[in-house]
Structure formats: C-alpha cells, structure tokens
C-alpha cells in the first residue's frame, strides 16, 4: 500500500480475517441477556435501534407535512390532523430521537472506552434510563393511537391547558418520562469522567469527544428537571384545574414560556454539543492531525454550557417580555454564538497541513460545516431583537432549526455513526454507498430548507396547514427535496443493515485513528479491556501512534 | 478503614476525600439547633416586623438548610467536588429565579 | 494481532501498587470499578448530581410561588392563615426528628451496629408516616372548605369571613372579590409544592423498607454503608424543601388585623 | 442605510418580482430590510472564509499531495482573531437589532389608535369610531397607526409580513404594534402564533387606502355609534356612573381626565394611567386602590367582554371634562397633561 493512495482505510486481509471469537456482541446469547445487560456497549445498540425506529416514525411525519404543503389548499388531511402531525413531528424528533441521538448511543458506548475503563459509573442506572425511554416513546405512541396531540412540541399555555382537547396529559407524561432518561444519561457521564479516568488520563488528554459530552451532560442535568416540573404544572392545570399559568385564574402564561425554554434553549445544546464532539474526532483522523487549539475546543464546549442557561428568553422576544430584559436576552445570546465560530474556525485549520482524506464520515463533517454555519447564522439573525420580530414564528425559524439540528447534529450523527460503525459491528459498509448517500442527504436537505428561509422572509407563518398561493413554488421545492432527503437517510438503514452480514471485516484500526477505543478489539470486549490501560499521551497524538503500530510491526513480524 | 482500599492513583485526584463519621452527639446538636430554628420562626412570623418578616423567616430557613447539608448531609468533609456541585445546583438555581425576575421587575417600568 | 488490549506500555510504579490493591474487594464491589473507594465516591456524587436536579425540580415551584406572592400580597396572606400552623409546626419537628434518626442511621451502618441502623430507619419510617398523616387531615379540611383548586373552589369564606365568636370581629381582613378570587393561585401553589413533597415523602418510605428489609439481614452493617448514606442524602433533601415549604407557605404574616 | 437609494429601489424591486422578497410597504421595512441584508452579508463572508479554509485546505493538502502531515499546536493568536472579529459583528448585530427594535416598538406621539381583538379564530378590528372588522383592516396611507391588541382566549400573534411588524396577541393584557403604511393596496395579516385547529385560517388583509379613501371609507361604513359612545351607554347601564358621578360626594374618584394622568395609589406607588390601567382597574380594581378612596368597587371580571371593555377604555379617554357626565371639580392628579398615545414616556 503506497502512502500516497486516497484513503486511509487499512483492513486486514479478507481471506484471512475473522471477527473475534469474543466479543461484547457474542458474549451472551439470548434476548434476555440483552433486556438485562447492564453492559454500556449492548445498551448502546439498544438505544441505537429504538432512536433509529422513531427517527423514521417522525420522518414518516416529515413526509406527510411536506405532502400537504405541497398545494396552497387543505386538501390531504384536516387541519387538527395537519396540527397533529407536526406536534407529533417535533415531540418524536426531539424528545425521542435528537436530545437521546449521539449521547445514548455513540456516548454510552465509548465514552468508557475513550476514558479507558470497564464500564458507565451506574450500568443498572444506564438500562434504568433505556427502559424510561422506551416507556417514553411507548406513551408517545400510546397518544399517538388515542388521537394524537396537537399542542405543538412547545405546549404553550393556556392553549394546551384549556382549549384543546387531544391527548395533552399522555404525551406530557411521555415527555416526563423521557426526561428522566435523559437526566440519567447526564448523570452517569458526569460522575463517569470524574471518577473513572484511567490512570493517566488527565482532563486535558481527554478526547474532545468527551469534553462534549460532559458539557451536554450538566445540561441535561441542570435543564432537564425544569421542564418535568412545568409539565407536570401543565398536567395537574389540565386534570384538576389549578391555576399557575392560567390568566383567567390569575397565573401568568409567559411564566410558562419562561420555564420551559429554561429548559429547552439549553436542550438546543443539547443537541448539538455532542455532534460537535463527533466532528472533533471525525476531522481529527481524516487530516491526521491534533485538533488545532484544543483547549479553546475543550473550553468552548463548556462556554455554550454555560452561557447557554442565560438566553432563554430570546424564545419570547415578541411576547410580551419586558423590553429592557429584552435587551440583556439579546445581547447574551450574541455572545452565546461566539464559542460556535471558534469551534468552526479551529476545526477549519485542524485541516491545514494535514493529510487529508475524504471517507465518509469525512464527508457528513463537510456538510456538518457548512450546514451549522448557515444554521448558526441564521440563530444570529434571530437573536437580533428588531430582526426577529419579523422572522419569528415563520418559517425562517423551521429553516434555522433544521438546519443546525438535522444539517448540524443529523449530519453529525450519521458521521458518528459511519465513523465507529466498523468499532461498534466490527464490519465495514460499502464506501460507494455510503458516500453517495451522504452526498444525497447534503443535497436534498438544501433544496429541502433553503427555500423556506425565504418563505420565512416572505411572511409564510410556520404551522400553517393552508397558505396563501404566492408561496407555492417554494413549497414544492421543499417537497421535493424531502423526497430526496428521505431517500438520502433511507440508504444507510439499507446498507448498514446489509454490511452487518455481509461487510468487509474491518479490523482493529480501520482508520487508523488514534483514540483508545480504536485500541481495542473490533467490536471490544465486553469487559473493553483486558487490563486497564495507563495513559501517557495526549488524545489525537498521530506520533504516537505511528511509533506504536511499528512497534507492533517488529515484535509481531 | 479508607486506608485499606487506598488507591494510588487517587492521591493525586483532587476529587478524592477521606470518609469521615460524623458522631452521634454532633448530630444531637445539630438536632437542636434545627428545632430552635423551628421554634423562632413560629414566633418570629406572630410579631410584626414588616418587611423583615419574610427576611427572617427565610434567613433562618436557610441557616437550617445548612446545617442539614453541611452535617447530616455530610458535605463539610466531602471533597472538594461535591461541595462544588451543591454549589452549581444553587448557582443554578439563582440564574433561573434572576433571569426571570429580571423580566417581570422591568415590565413595570412601562413600555420603554 | 490478537485481539488482546494492545496499549502497551512499560508498567510503572504507580501500577504495581495498583494492581497490588486490585483484588481486594467486597462482596459488593462492582466489577468496573477498580476500587472499593472509587465505587463509593461515585456513588456519593451520583447522588448528589441527583439532588441538583431535585433542586431545579422544586426550583421551578418555588420561582412560581415568589412571583405570585408579590403579585397577590393580600390573597396570599388570606389563603395562608387558612393553614393550621400548629399542624404545620407539629409536621415541621416530626420531619426534623425523621432527618435525625437518618442521619443516625448512617452512623449506625458506620459503626456497623445492626440493630441499631434497624431501629433506626424503623424510627425514621414511623415518623415519615406519621408527617404524611398529618398532611393528610390537613388536605381533607381543604377538601371540605372548598379550597381545593378547580372547578368547586370556594371563595365566600374570603370575601366574608366568618365572624370570631370571642371578638366578634371578622377573623380575617376581608378581600375584595377579585383579589379573593387570586387565593385559588395560592392553593394551586400549595397543593403542587406539598402535594410534590408528599410524593418524594411516599417515594422515599418505599425505599425505606427496603432498605430497613435488607438492614435486618445485615448487608449494611459489614462496611457497606453507601445505600444507606445515600438515601440519607435523598431524606435529608426532601427534609430542606420542607424546612422552606413551611414558612414559605404558612407564616406568609400572621398579624393582619394588628 | 447608506447604499443609494437607486440600488436599493432597483434590487428590492427586483427581488420582489421574482417572488423571492416581501414589497416593502411601511416606512419600517426598509430599516429592517437594510439590517436583514447586512445579516446576509456578513453570513456570506462568514460562508465564504469558512468556505475558503476547509476546501482550500483540503485541496492544498489533500493525502495525494501532503502525504505527511505537520503537527501544530494552535495559535493564541489566531483563536484571538476568530473570538474577537465575530464578537466584535454579532455586538454590532445587536445593537442594530436593539435600534430597530426600539423604532418598531415606539409609537410616534402622533399615532391614530385602532384596538384589535383576536380569538379563535379570527381577528376583530375595533376602529374608534366605530367601524367593526373581521378579519381585515383599512388603514390610511402616510399615517402612523397603532394597535392596541388583547386575546380573548390563547396567545395569537398579529403579523403583517409586508410591513415587517408582528406582534403577540396575549390573553389578560394590551400589547400595542404600530406602522404607517407607505403603499396602498391589500396585503396580507397573518396568525402566527399557533392558536389550535383553525390557526392557518386565521388571517385577514389589510388595504392600505390614500387619505381621501380612507376618508370615504370611515364615513361610508361606520354603524352610528363611536366605541366612545357605546362605552358611554355602558357606563350608564352597568352603574358605573353611580360612583363615578364627578360630584364631590361620589363614592368613586372622578374620572375625567384620569387617561394619561400619573395616580397615587393607596399603597404609596404611583402608576401611569394608559388603556391597561383602566382595563385592569375596571377587572380587578381592589390591586390598585387609588389614594384617598376605599377599595369599594366591585370587580367587574366576567361581566364585560374585551369588546365592551375597549368601549369603556376608550370613553374614559376620551372624558376631559365631566361635562357630559356632570360638571364638576377634576381630581387633582388629572391636571398633568395627558399625551396622545398611551404608554407613552418619553416622545
Ligand atoms: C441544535 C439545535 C440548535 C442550535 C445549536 C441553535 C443555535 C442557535 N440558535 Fe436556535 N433554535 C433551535 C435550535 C437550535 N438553535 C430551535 C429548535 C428553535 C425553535 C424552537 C421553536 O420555536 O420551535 C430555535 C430558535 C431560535 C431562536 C428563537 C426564534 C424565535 O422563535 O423568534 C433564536 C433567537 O435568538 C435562536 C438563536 C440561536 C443562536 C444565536 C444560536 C447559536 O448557538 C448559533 C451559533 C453558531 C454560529 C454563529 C455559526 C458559526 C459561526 C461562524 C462559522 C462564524 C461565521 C463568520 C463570521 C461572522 C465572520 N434560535
Ligand atoms: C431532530 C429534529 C428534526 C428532524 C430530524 C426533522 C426532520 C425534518 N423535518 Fe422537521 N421539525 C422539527 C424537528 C425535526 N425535523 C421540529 C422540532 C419542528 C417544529 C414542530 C412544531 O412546530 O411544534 C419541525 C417542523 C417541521 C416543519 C414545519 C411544520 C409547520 O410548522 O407547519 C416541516 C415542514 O417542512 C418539517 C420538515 C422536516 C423534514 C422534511 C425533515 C426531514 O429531514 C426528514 C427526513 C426523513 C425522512 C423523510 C424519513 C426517512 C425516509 C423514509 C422513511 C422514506 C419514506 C419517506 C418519504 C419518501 C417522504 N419539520
Ligand atoms: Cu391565532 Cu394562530
Ligand atoms: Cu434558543
């Protein structure tokens, strides 16, 4: 193998490889040894499966939404239905598929790895929150089937409390429910990387992978309970009648708006913290390099977890707010941005004097910038006070979202998930395939959300199940980029399933990449490793690595 | 007893503490105090002090809260970090109700 | 390659002492901790991150009660001298003393005293029943004056309270009728923090007899104390969110007519 | 802005007929336009530099031609230059934001005032002199208009995309928007917070007439009676006026004159008169007795309607003197003078 070739991927020989006779996936045999592990690896997959299937039960609620919008009338479903759906939309991505996507299964299993020990701190506590979640999910399709919801995923008060009557209660609960799964999850990464560490490895030898995923952990932590809280108050106003929201008992219904993006203004990063993470690792290993300026990577990480608690309110500019805190909103939500940019900007020069290859994990990392950049701005735009009196509540703020929570954390998932497939099943995927949904995906979800920010310009009100018919050459652009978005992230289910049987052997070190789970046996152990590792380099050192694997060549050749 | 589980590699952990047993007649103490505490602040709300009566009341809650944390909580011989997370969760909690005060206090300032 | 950990290094000092304690270990100890110690802490400070998420929990309660004490001065002062202080009071010690048999508890697991520990949380169960008792006589005399929130809130004793049969003065400053009506946001307030304190009460009881069950057949008292510790920790929260409920909620002024 | 008004006629022009861009119809929208195309500018330099670094370096060193890469640390340096400069854009991005904001949300004092109700679902336009809407509003063009908005029920939000305002329409309280439009013709009013089933229905036009129209129009479709002389009828019907006579001896204070005024209140506070005020004193009057009075009067919470309330609201405005209800002293707060526009501080 010439070193000048375009790929790093290095598997061993097929003829000869076999997936190790042990391994976490093989260990135990049997469903209950699945429904019972308390191995972080196996609750991974768990997770790994369940966000998969509701991922596609919201995109099927994509779908039909696109549908619709697809003519100026209200001629597929009925505006409750149409309301339904994108309630049913936003609270299955959200609370079911994007806040427990890359934390509940590329953290839970290597976070571990990456920090060199056996397991999570609380492994009953880790199947403990798999278990809250499928009960979650299991309440949202229990109000799914009763009849739906049609709050929206917001539930803005007194609406959800006095004026509709669809399963608001159930789905409360679900979101309750899921909620604590999630806090779980923070919880035990949290105590995690402070007492599990092995030897050696200090805070700052950490993968950048798991600095962001501490710094989502205290979200998910801190965030979490405000929003049970308000959901139950929500609840207990919709069954027995009290009155801490509703303004004709004298409650204050911005008191609820400000509750819950307490929580949910966090829980955007959330979602997007450990997607950062991924790319951290992703472009890492595809220049060959440490990533450029990692303590302002590690730090900035922490600085949106912090200064992430104190914008909430740019949710309510129009609202009703007061103007003057209005103002204090505004301005930290500019400095909110600026940890993002330095992020951006440091993997950017991550690239410079690297080597660079472009596999596909590589890939969704492109889209990944360009994407969150674009999405990001726009937040920009949002924050702005005298900007977003026009922008809210339209669909610029959809095209904003989607674009840093599908075109960021989306982008970033399915690049995690490509990049440690070969760790996780031991097996490759076909690269053509792969790169080519990737590239699918880039496309179509432009066509799909492009256009709607100048809808959203124009005035198009998001939620709108009819609109007037100036905006429908848009719309149908949007559609029909959908179409080639679901096409796009329809692929990988077909393939990945496909390489589970039939993919290439990958190897230890498919990619050649530095971090210790990529140390370890393809798929590890269950015990990850025989014994603990002592550290004594610095995460993503490419030197050491290389004198590592010569090493290995002498005493093995 | 800590001393036979010792681990090495966690002298130089800042987040490590040794156990400590916090004895029977300290928390008879703290027992005391917490119902005297009770006792003045019955008392203290029957006398009319105006504003100084939620201050009091609250004041003396808080000292309560502390002596539950810091003894029968244990958190004065905890290490370092867990004195800092007690410490996060109310930090927190001060953004949340600031924050938010600093919206309903400047709503009556009127429109601008 | 096998498929062996392949991080290799020279063993160093610091190893060799650590592999020296690697098997010492209890009954209890987990294997993917490397120490007795290390499973302890962790234990402790999962707890504790528990408890911070306890305390944004309530948070959110108790930033609803300060503002709409200060919107509804007047009805807050109505609704709260409608609570039975001495109740209250009563409920306050009882729930003290729970935290302090907890807390020598722990030191009973400490000590590895069995009996003791089992005497101990017996006494911290009894009196647990005994605050949700009172609570419940006092949400049964909510119940038959109509001031549970909702549909069948009553406000007539309010706007006319009734009169003192020893002063023959009205017992309470009457309010207005729409700043009566704002006495419904005080019982809302009430009902949902207590009510929210009732059920970590109910929840924390459970796990009181299971752990008491275990405490019998001695699995605390060999050294192993991190259970009861930490549900002590979670005892003691729930004790701190009631030392603020109470005069929060029934001392809000006492001396309206004064 | 400063970019030549010809460029500027000529690129929203065009935009806007190739349908990619809302016509400009207020004098705010081109304020926000100018902020809006100064976002797209610095997201596109931002686009093309991050642009510029990934793909230059991944061609520039690219495995086929940097076989081997170079480590490097960082630079303080540069990670300063990539804190500083979109630190330094976004604090000017919010202080454009803050102005603009500002300007959208501060009436001019001259404003004429139109109340709109929503509910679900629709929008009701409450014209002072008496015209009723549905779902539609007439404004006349060159004259700043301002609305003063309340929610019978749940939270809407009153949107008008060609002018650029939007504002949320809330339950319990006046929120107030104002424009002036510069264009005649009919454009679109939307709900844009999302208010249950009918929420995409809930929309209405709004026809922007030049003065002289919009003069025919008031004249040609006004039911007889100013929401001033309903409130006047309501006054008298629910008893009002049985406290509120003006007389010396009247068991309420006198109302003339109170719109706009500053009142001491029983509590030592003192609180700006504006529409809110009175709403509220009139729902839930024992929160804010006045100096000087016993807080006597009944609560008439679940009596009026938003609609009748606005009548009320807006007689008592307009009661300078008692001469209609009797001729009598004034209180003595009312003898500051009163502005134009309510909630109004500072011009
Ligand atoms: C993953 C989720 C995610 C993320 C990461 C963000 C990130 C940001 N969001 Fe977003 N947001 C949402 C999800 C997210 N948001 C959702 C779901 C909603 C709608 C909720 C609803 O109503 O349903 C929303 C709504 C929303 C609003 C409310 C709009 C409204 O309702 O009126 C605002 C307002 O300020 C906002 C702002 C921001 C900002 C400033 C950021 C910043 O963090 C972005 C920072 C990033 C960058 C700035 C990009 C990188 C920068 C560069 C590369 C520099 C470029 C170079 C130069 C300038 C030279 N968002
Ligand atoms: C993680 C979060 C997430 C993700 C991944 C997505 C993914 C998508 N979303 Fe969604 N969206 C939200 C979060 C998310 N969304 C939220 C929070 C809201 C607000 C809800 C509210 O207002 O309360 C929202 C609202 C929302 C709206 C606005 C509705 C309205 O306001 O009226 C629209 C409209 O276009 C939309 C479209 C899409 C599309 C086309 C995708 C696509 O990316 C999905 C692509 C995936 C698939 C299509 C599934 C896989 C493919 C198949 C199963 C093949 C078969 C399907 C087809 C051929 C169609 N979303
Ligand atoms: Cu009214 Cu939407
Ligand atoms: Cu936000």
Known sequence: MSTTSSTIINLPDQRTATLPKRNYLNNEHGLLSWLLTGDHKRIAILYLISITFFFFIGGVFAGLIRLELLTPQPDLMASDTYNKMFSMHGIVMIFLFLVPSVPATLGNFLIPIMLGTRDLAFPKINLLSWYLYLAGGTFTLAALIFGGVDTGWTFTTPLSTHYLNTNVVTAATAIFIAGFSSIFTGLNFIVTIHRMRAPGMTWFRMPLFVWAHYAASVLMVLGTPVLAITIVLVALERTIGIGVFDPTKGGDPLLFQHLFWFYSHPAVYIMILPGMGVISEIVSTFSRKRVFGYTAVAFSSVAIALFGFFVWAHHMFIMGVSNYSALVFSLLTMLVAVPSAIKIFNWAFTLQKGSITFETPMLYAFAFFGLFTIGGMTGVFLGALGMDIHLTETYFIVAHFHYVMVGGMLMAFLGGIHFWWPKMTGRMYPESFSKLSAVTSFIGFNLTFMPQFILGYLGMPRRYHAYPAEYQVLNVLSTAGATVLGVGFLLPLLYLTWSLRYGAIAGNNPWQATGLEWQIQSPPLTENFIETPIVDHEAYDYEWLAHKTQQEVTTVG | ?112 | MDNAVVVTHPHTHETAVHEEHHHVALPQHRHHFETEEQQREAGTFGMWLFLLTEIMFFGGLFFAYLLYRNWYYDAFVSASNQLNVTLGAINTVILIGSGFFMALGVWAAEVRKRSLLVLFLVLTTVLGFAFLGIKYVEYHEKWEKHHIPGEHFDISEFVNPPIDAKTGKASEKPLAPDMAQKTQVFFSLYFAMTGMHAVHMIIGIVLLFWLTWRAYYGEFSSGYVAPIENFGLYWHFVDIVWLFLFPLLYLINRHPLK | ?347
């Open chain 4, 1 to 347: 802005m400063h970019i030549s008004p010809v460029l500027w006629q000529f690129l929203v022009k065009w935009l806007h007929a190739s349908a990619l861009f809302p016509s400009e119809a207020s004098t705010i929208a081109p304020y926000t336009d100018a902020l809006y195309f100064f976002l797209l500018t610095i997201t596109a330099v931002g686009m093309v530099i991050v642009g510029i670094l990934v793909f230059g370096f991944s061609i520039r060193y690219r495995k086929e031609r940097h076989p081997v890469a170079i480590q490097v640390e960082g630079s303080t340096l540069l990670e300063a230059t990539w804190t500083i400069i979109p630190l330094a854009l976004f604090l000017v991005v919010f202080v454009w934001g803050a102005l603009l904001y500002f300007r959208i949300y501060n009436p001019p004092v001259n404003s004429m005032n139109i109340y709109v109700v929503g509910k679900q679902w629709m929008w009701k336009a409450e014209h002072p002199g008496g015209q009723h809407e549905i779902n539609a509003l007439h404004v006349p063009m060159g004259r700043p208009v301002q609305l003063t908005m309340i929610s019978q029920d749940v939270f809407h939000s009153f949107s008008i995309p060609d002018f650029r305002v939007k504002r949320e329409v809330i339950p319990g309280r006046y929120t107030t928007v104002w424009f002036e439009a510069t264009t005649p013709g009919t454009y679109h009013i939307f709900c844009t917070q999302y208010c249950g089933t009918k929420h995409s229905e809930m929309i209405g036009e709004v026809t922007v007439l030049t003065p002289d129209d919009y003069q025919r129009w008031t004249q040609g479709s006004t039911s007889g009676m100013s929401l001033a002389q309903n409130g006047e009828r309501l006054f008298a019907s629910m008893g009002c006026n049985s406290c509120h006579s003006g007389n010396a001896a009247a068991r309420g204070p006198n109302l003339a004159g109170v719109y706009g005024s500053k009142l001491q209140l029983a509590n030592g506070s003192e609180v700006l008169v504006n529409e809110a005020y009175l709403r509220d004193a009139i729902l839930n009057p024992s929160q804010h007795v006045t100096a000087g009075f016993a807080p006597i009067m009944p609560t008439y919470q679940g009596q009026v309607s938003e609609d009748g309330l606005i009548d009320l609201v807006e007689y008592i405005k307009g009661l300078q003197t008692n001469y209609r209800v009797q001729q009598t002293l004034t209180t003595s707060q009312s003898n500051q003078v009163a502005p134009t526009t309510p909630g109004m501080v500072k011009p």
């Open chain 2, 1 to 112: 007893m800590s001393d036979a589980y010792h681990d090495p590699s966690n002298v130089t952990n800042p987040e490590h503490a040794d156990h400590h047993i916090v004895t029977p007649l300290q928390y008879c103490m703290v027992f005391g105090a917490l119902l005297i505490g009770t006792l003045v602040t019955v008392l203290a709300a029957d006398i009319d002090l105006g504003v100084l009566n939620p201050v009091i009341a609250l004041g003396i809650a808080c000292t309560k809260a502390v002596i539950v944390i810091l003894f029968f909580m244990h958190v004065k011989y905890q290490s370092k970090l867990i004195k800092m997370t007690v410490g996060a969760g109310f930090f927190t909690f001060i953004v949340l109700i600031t924050m938010t005060l600093s919206d309903y206090m400047s709503r009556a300032w009127g429109l601008w």
